[in-house]
């Protein structure tokens, strides 16, 4: 089972940080955790990805625990322009990254 | 620009009708994907091509199918289409990076079914 369990909503003062939780407890060792965010209606957007190591790029950072059951995608400085639906994502059996799941809204307030 | 081209932005339609959703991946990219997300709902899997190959099905109806050409676009269609077809369409195509398989999606088409 490819499940994620995110929470539904989460609210961000701009300017803070915004701390995305998710959880893939039976995540095997081999599968990479993918972030998407959607803003409006619009096309997903790729945000970051990890396997073992915390990941940095421009956009975000993203730590995995040790035992890479749950990660957190970090926004370091969040602007209303961060207001979207995040996803996280684990491959399912096959390898292949097919299930969106609820995500998190997070709104960005000013 | 994504790189993924998705034609046309917006359709309307009446029910009982076929429509043909066209994508364009981005340049290199073998792998298409489509999915369909109905109002407030999340993302759901249809179908994803792979070098003009079937490679998985998701929960797609027998009313729609979908095709790769040899020249790696995609095509979806939709036929005796129903009010609850309404919906995005959204087509991904993958990039294989440093072992991760990461998608990247087009803007979408619009289907409205009156």
């Known amino acids: 089972d490819a499940k994620t369990t995110q929470p539904p909503s989460m609210d961000c003062a701009e300017g803070r940080a915004a701390n995305l939780p998710c959880n893939h407890s039976?995540?095997?060792?081999?599968?990479?955790v993918y972030w998407y965010r959607q803003i409006h209606s619009q096309g997903p957007q790729y945000i970051i990805h990890?396997?073992?190591n915390n990941e940095t790029n421009e956009m975000a950072s993203l730590i995995i625990t040790e035992d890479r059951k749950s990660s957190t995608l970090i926004l370091p400085h969040a602007t209303l322009r961060d207001t979207a639906v995040y996803y996280c994502?684990?491959?399912?059996?096959?390898?292949?990254?097919?299930?969106f799941g609820g995500g998190t809204r997070l709104m960005v307030k000013p | 620009d994504s790189g993924v081209t998705q034609t046309p932005k917006h359709l309307i339609t009446a029910t009982g009708q076929r429509v043909t959703l066209r994508c364009s991946p981005r340049s290199g990219d073998l792998s298409v994907y489509w999915y369909q997300q109905s109002l407030d709902q999340g993302l759901q899997f249809l179908i994803q091509?792979?070098?003009?190959?079937?490679?998985a099905k998701g929960n797609i109806l027998e009313r729609f199918s979908a095709q790769q050409f040899p020249d790696l676009h995609s095509e979806l269609n939709l036929s005796s289409l129903e009010l609850g077809d309404s919906a995005l369409y959204f087509c991904?195509?993958?990039?294989?990076?440093?072992?991760?398989?990461?998608?990247?999606f087009g803007a979408g088409s619009r289907l409205t079914v009156l």
């Open positions: 990890g396997l073992k």
């Open positions: 091509y792979y070098n003009g190959e079937e490679r």
């Open positions: 991904a195509s993958s990039l294989q990076v440093s072992g991760a398989n990461v998608l990247t």
């Open positions: 039976t995540i095997s060792g081999n599968e990479y």
């Open positions: 994502i684990r491959p399912n059996n096959a390898g292949n990254m097919l299930t």
